[in-house]
């Protein structure tokens, strides 16, 4: 049986939060953001989640109604475009990592009691969303309730379920998108730099679903400007 990051707070009764994200380095869509929490592992069993990106499509999305189906409560939440663009792309995606939480407790009635991310640094959301309701307190009381370390989503369980469902649900959402904004080859790239992608922007340039702030969407519109700016008018001819 794997050693888990979860353990020692399972072994204190606690309900144990895991976060994750997808699309925080695409080029157009929003960054999502999934929360999970797991009932505790009991004898040798083991948990069939493991990170997302390790994983082929048609096997996240069998997996995304187990986790469903296994967890105490799951949440998904998003920051769109123009909210990464007005708040940058590391607040706008705490944003998301906070929706998700907040939807525990509000379509689940379950509280977490402590929290995991991977490598996200919400120790300031946690704290505020803690003390608006806070927990009851184990006994004996464990030195932090928040733990971020890097690669959480190879070492827990709860965090590498999250990843399934952020990754499944933003993956899905780009395929809508795909639907409404045909030609940028959405469904594809998921909204990633690929030159498909890079291509397309500079032939039919951003539509609303970029993200304007990020380098190769903010050249692409400069060079666009440009264009207009130096093209001849009827008042310029000699």
Same mark, same amino acid.
């Given at each position: 049986? $794997?050693?888990?990051?979860?353990?020692?707070?399972?072994?204190? *009764?606690?309900? /144990?939060?895991?976060?994750?994200?997808? !699309?925080?380095?695409? +080029?157009?869509?929003?960054? /999502?953001?999934?929360? /999970?929490?797991?009932?505790?592992? =009991?004898?040798?069993?083991?948990?069939?989640?493991?990170?997302?990106?390790?994983?082929?499509?048609? /096997?996240?999305?069998? +997996?995304?109604?187990?986790?469903?189906?296994?967890?105490?409560?799951? *949440?998904?939440?998003?920051?769109?475009?123009?909210?990464?663009?007005?708040?940058?792309? &590391?607040?706008?995606?705490?944003?998301?990592?906070?929706?998700?939480?907040?939807?525990?407790?509000?379509?689940? %009635?379950? $509280?977490?009691?402590?929290?995991?991310?991977?490598?996200?640094?919400?120790? %300031?959301?946690?704290?505020?969303?803690?003390?608006?309701? @806070?927990?009851?307190?184990?006994?004996?009381? @464990?030195? =932090?309730?928040?733990?971020?370390?890097?690669?959480?989503? $190879?070492?827990?369980? =709860?965090?590498?379920?999250?990843?399934?469902?952020?990754?499944?649900?933003?993956?899905?959402?780009?395929?809508?998108?795909?639907?409404?904004?045909? !030609?940028?080859?959405?469904?594809?790239?998921?909204?990633? !730099?690929?030159?498909?992608?890079?291509?397309?922007?500079?032939? &039919?340039?951003?539509?609303?679903?970029?993200?304007?702030?990020?380098?190769?969407?903010?050249?692409?519109?400069?060079?666009?400007?440009?264009?207009?700016?130096?093209?001849?008018?009827?008042?310029?001819?000699?």
């Amino acid at each position: 049986m $794997r050693p888990v990051l979860e353990a020692a707070w399972w072994h204190l *009764g606690l309900r /144990v939060a895991g976060i994750d994200e997808a !699309g925080r380095g695409a +080029l157009a869509g929003p960054v /999502v953001a999934a929360a /999970v929490i797991l009932p505790p592992l =009991t004898g040798q069993t083991e948990y069939p989640f493991y990170d997302s990106k390790t994983l082929r499509t048609q /096997v996240r999305e069998e +997996l995304e109604p187990q986790i469903q189906a296994v967890a105490l409560a799951w *949440g998904v939440g998003c920051a769109e475009a123009a909210e990464i663009d007005q708040l940058g792309i &590391l607040k706008a995606t705490h944003l998301a990592a906070m929706r998700a939480l907040q939807q525990l407790e509000g379509v689940h %009635q379950v $509280r977490p009691q402590a929290l995991l991310t991977d490598y996200l640094r919400l120790e %300031q959301d946690w704290r505020g969303y803690l003390s608006k309701n @806070p927990p009851p307190t184990p006994n004996p009381q @464990p030195p =932090t309730l928040f733990h971020c370390p890097p690669k959480a989503d $190879r070492d827990s369980p =709860t965090v590498a379920a999250a990843s399934i469902l952020a990754k499944v649900a933003r993956d899905r959402h780009m395929q809508t998108l795909d639907n409404q904004y045909p !030609g940028y080859g959405f469904a594809q790239h998921k909204g990633y !730099g690929t030159a498909v992608h890079l291509r397309a922007l500079r032939q &039919l340039g951003p539509c609303t679903q970029h993200r304007r702030t990020f380098a190769p969407v903010a050249q692409v519109l400069l060079f666009r400007a440009a264009a207009v700016e130096g093209a001849p008018t009827c008042g310029n001819h000699s």
